[in-house]
């Protein structure tokens, strides 16, 4: 059964630092997606990873995915209080199946 | 309107009552799924479904039923409402395998 773990599960950080959350999930999967959810709204999709070694960025954020130690990680770059908000990992379980399973989710507070 | 629409938006019910939720997309997606989420847990997987009559379980389908005799309907029910079923329900859609998933503005259900 796939598990999929985020941590940290809170982070307060000052604006203009880096950091990074991670994603681990127990089994083989190839697929894996971030989302973003604003509080009290629904979710957005930030990246889409499909392959060992896949790296997307957008504007602060950079994903990437490592199969083979079956994490992903989420880059924040020069944080800014807009990125405040709660981050999803998603992983899709085996091969031929299409059951997105959700990590517990990163909720990031930026500090101005 | 275009989109993934749940309704209603908010409901409260008793203990024992059966409700329905709803879900309706307007992209022919092939892909439906729907989640719940609770504070600490994420967002859970009750039910997912590949097309028109194929529905399976997820990781917490027990007291809930699904059907999708259409493609853009994907109704979820609780037979028998409980306390224990208190919570946000999201119905998302995707166009395929690899492909994002968009996400509904979420029901909020509270059983009283």
């Known amino acids: 059964e796939l598990k999929v773990e985020q941590n940290p599960l809170f982070l307060s950080m000052q604006e203009g630092k880096n950091y990074t959350i991670y994603c681990n999930y127990s089994?083989?999967?190839?697929?894996l997606y971030w989302y973003r959810q604003d509080p009290g709204k629904s979710l957005e999709s930030l990246f889409v990873?499909?392959?060992?070694?896949a790296v997307k960025q957008e504007g602060r954020l950079m994903a990437s995915l490592d199969t083979k130690a079956r994490l992903s990680t989420l880059h924040i770059t020069a944080a800014v209080h807009d990125l405040s908000a709660t981050y999803f990992c998603a992983v899709e379980e085996s091969v031929g199946t299409y059951k997105y399973i959700f990590g517990t989710g990163t909720r990031l507070k930026v500090l101005a | 309107d275009a989109g993934i629409t749940q309704s209603p938006r908010y409901k409260i019910t008793e203990t024992g009552r059966q409700v329905t939720l709803m879900c309706h997309q307007t992209?022919?997606?092939?892909?439906m799924f729907w989640y719940r989420q609770d504070l600490g847990h994420g967002l859970r997987l009750i039910y997912y479904s590949a097309a028109a009559d194929i529905t399976d379980k997820g990781e917490v389908p027990d007291g809930y039923v699904v059907s999708r005799s259409k493609t853009e309907n994907f109704p979820l029910t609780l037979e028998s409402a409980t306390r224990s079923q208190t919570s946000v329900y999201f119905c998302?859609?995707?166009?395929?395998?690899?492909?994002?998933?968009?996400f509904g503005q979420g029901t909020r259900l509270t059983v009283v």
């Open positions: 990873l499909l392959s060992n070694g």
């Open positions: 992209w022919s997606h092939s892909y």
């Open positions: 998302a859609s995707s166009k395929g395998r690899g492909l994002e998933a968009f």
């Open positions: 089994t083989t999967s190839d697929r």
